[in-house]
């Protein structure tokens, strides 16, 4: 059973060194890894001063790497689709090139690329997969895709699809309006089956997690806040945050001390944000990390004595679901009392205060415009109901 790591985060974080660093570190302990990069702008090969191709290639023992190839993936998981929308906006006078290029509907190509995790897990030739996704923003897009796509095919689709067996020969002898065939409808069902089967690969917390990499600075921990409320929603599991090109200690130029301070500050705002998920703290190396002794450094760095394929947290931080018409905000917070318990808004972020502690949440946008109704702390859980808002 193949253990699989997703690394995302911000663009510019160092994403992409981290997740080849953990990489050749798996391998060195004598795990079969293969890591991945699904961003269309590919920067893995750069990292590990390596060519990589749209298949995977041996880098050092035990180590693969791929840089997904955009093109095949479109027309493996799309293609069918894509030729019936450019056909569509043809006949509506489209030219024929542009119509080819619109029908690549946004997110369709890193979607195609995340499908390719099912594969390399299934293939069973690896015991750790890592994944260098693309930035938090579409990655987060696609992760929610196959909730809505499962909704689509169990409601919807049987009834689009008996109604144009039923019609189709009907408007073919009043139209000459591209009609989607049956095999169309085939590949969709097909598509949205292994969105599904990736969801459930995925949400998997003994075979995936997920690790947020994050520079100590404001905007950077608010999408890093967002983002782990949204793997949250949607049921991915993330087993910890690594905070990454923190300046150390033993830097004494002068120029750099305004930084310090700085990353000291949003340090603390990490952990509130954060805790108790494990944060590792990785040092600003002195020099660009390419090349696998870099890399070899850096994953010294990263885990320490620690088992980089390991599970390091078990369990949702907090997770929202809806009951009775109501959303309700779970936090797992044991041995909290109701008296030791004080809530805040501040724009979309609730902030919880537990004695002299606090956690600040980013709120989903479904809730964020809501009130809080009620709020309760019980058997380890404190539960914040959300309703409308006072006229």
Known sequence: M?????????????????????????????????????????????SLDYPLGPEPTEVAPNLWGQEIDLLYQMEKYWGTVQEYLAALLSWRGMDDLIAEEVSVLPGMEELASLLQIVKLHDDGLYDVVII??????????????PDMARWYLEKIFPIEKRAMQLSRPLLR??????????????????LIRDLDRMHALLSDPEKSTVRLV????KMVIKEAQRTYTYLSLYGYPVDAVISNRIIPATVRDAY??????????????VEEAFAPLPILLVPLMDSEVVGLERLRQLGQLVYGDRDPA???????????????????????????SKEALKLTRSGDELVVHIGNQKRNIVLPRVVAGLDVESAKAEEGEVRVVFGPKAE
Request: with cysteine; hydrophobic share 45%; aromatic share 8%.
């Open 310 to 336: 390991a599970v390091f947290y078990k369990g949702a931080r907090h997770v929202v679901r809806k009951e009775d018409g109501h959303y309700i905000l779970v936090l797992k917070l044991p041995f909290v």
């Open 173 to 190: 002898s009043l139209t000459d309006l591209p009609l989607p065939e049956d095999e169309l409808f085939d590949v969709i069902e097909g």
């Open 132 to 145: 260098d996704a693309a930035p938090t923003g579409e990655t987060l897009k696609l992760l929610s895709f």
């Open 2 to 46: 193949a253990r699989i790591l997703l690394f995302t985060g911000k663009g510019g974080v160092g994403k992409t060194t981290i997740a080849a660093a953990t990489a050749l570190r798996c391998a060195e302990q004598g795990l079969r890894t293969i890591v991945v990069s699904t961003d269309a702008a590919h920067s893995l090969a750069d």
């Open 256 to 269: 750099f001390d305004n930084w310090k301070a700085i990353q000291e500050k949003y340090g603390r705002a």
């Open 214 to 217: 994050l520079n100590p600075e």
